[in-house]
């Protein structure tokens, strides 16, 4: 019952608070991980994190890598532009080498520079898809954001093994890389044989009403999961792979316009079942982790690392943009890039989990990313005044 209760809370005000934030133009993510910093050991210390609550969240991690591998699709990764490329690759690799730099100077070991590096190098596609709206721009930079997906699955890959490996060389580099690569190719051979060309899961949407798809979808990320695990990568490179095998029945040819609509009506359910209750247990889960001893926060780091986060995307993905041809633009660009969020807060989780991250170090961590949830949207809005 004690567990329950916890659930309860947890969930209620996560859903309620983050609802309200989200009409006000925000993140719900901000919510649900403040509702775990309040109700948790940081502050009120009501709930304290068991093996049961992380079980939770553990599942919401894997659901969340589902739902971000649905999003990015095998068609819209084959139409990104060579120009939201360039972007991406800018942000990425500035932001990483910045992350890196500041935090070695700082006394960290190399390891760590490259988790938080890696933290700092994403960006956040459900909330740059939120913040541009329509804005003439908004499809370049989520294109971006696609590639910065891949690129921040890939670091995890070599991260994780790294971690198991103890330490990090070139043969890790190489096999891991070697591993990803032959993970995606099978899946996306296994998926356009399966379900574009034989239409194998064609009677898949026929048992909607009683909740086939969604049990289908969770039981593919799990065993995707698995696998990745049993070949040495991490289990959200799994999830991420069964969310792009999915994510295959939009390409599939259907013969009515009607069919078209109710296959991606059931495809939008599965996503929006997954993210309005599993996912935001994890971010909660996150906010429970933190201890009250806020004094391992380090104030230099803190404000090293805000300016790291914003300079890597806002200069690495302008100079980007500028390569690209967009030079009026690049500003807006770059602002728009710094978005962080989930996979951010998944990468240091795991940092944390491992004993690579220190306690300090993630607790500061958190706070940058709320930081830049919490401004990014505003700046954007500033640097894109009267020109939409």
Partial sequence: MEFLLALLMLLLFAKVFGELLHHYGFSPLIAEVAVGIVLGPALLGLITPDKYIEAVAMLGLVVMMLVAGMNSRFDLLVKVRTKAIIIALCGVLLSLVLGFLALYALGFSPLVCLFVGAALANTSTDILVRMTGKHPLSQLVVSAALIDDILAVYIVGILSTSVAKG?????????????????????????????????????????????????????????????????????????????????????????????????????????????????????????????????????????????????????????????????????????????????????LHFGLAAGVVPYGLFATMIVVVLIIIITTPILFKYVTRGKT
């Avoid at 990090?168 to 356009?192: E, K, M, N, Q, Y």
């Avoid at 090293?304 to 030079?327: N, W």
Wanted: proline share 2%; hydrophobic share 55%; with cysteine.
């Fill in 167 to 347: 330490g990090l060389d070139l043969s890790v580099i190489l096999l891991t890389t070697a591993g990803i690569i032959i993970f995606f190719l099978t899946i996306a051979i296994a998926s356009r044989e399966l379900i574009i060309k034989r239409n194998a899961l064609r009677k898949l949407w026929r048992f909607e009403e009683r909740g086939v798809p969604i049990a289908f979808a969770l039981c593919l990320a799990l065993a995707f999961a698995v696998i990745a695990h049993q070949i040495g990568l991490h289990m959200i490179i799994g999830a991420y792979m069964a969310g792009l095998f999915i994510s295959r029945l939009r390409e599939r040819p259907v013969v009515t316009l009607q069919s078209r609509i109710r296959l991606n009506a059931m495809l939008d359910d599965i996503t929006t079942s997954f993210q309005s209750i599993l996912t935001p247990m994890f971010f909660v889960f996150v906010g429970l982790t933190l201890t009250p001893d806020w004094g391992q926060i380090r104030l230099l780091a803190l404000v090293a690392l805000i300016v790291v986060a914003f300079a890597g995307k806002f200069i690495g993905c302008g100079l980007g943009a500028t390569l690209a041809g967009y030079k009026k633009d690049r500003a807006a660009i770059g602002v728009a890039m710094c978005s962080r969020g989930a996979l951010e807060l998944a990468i």
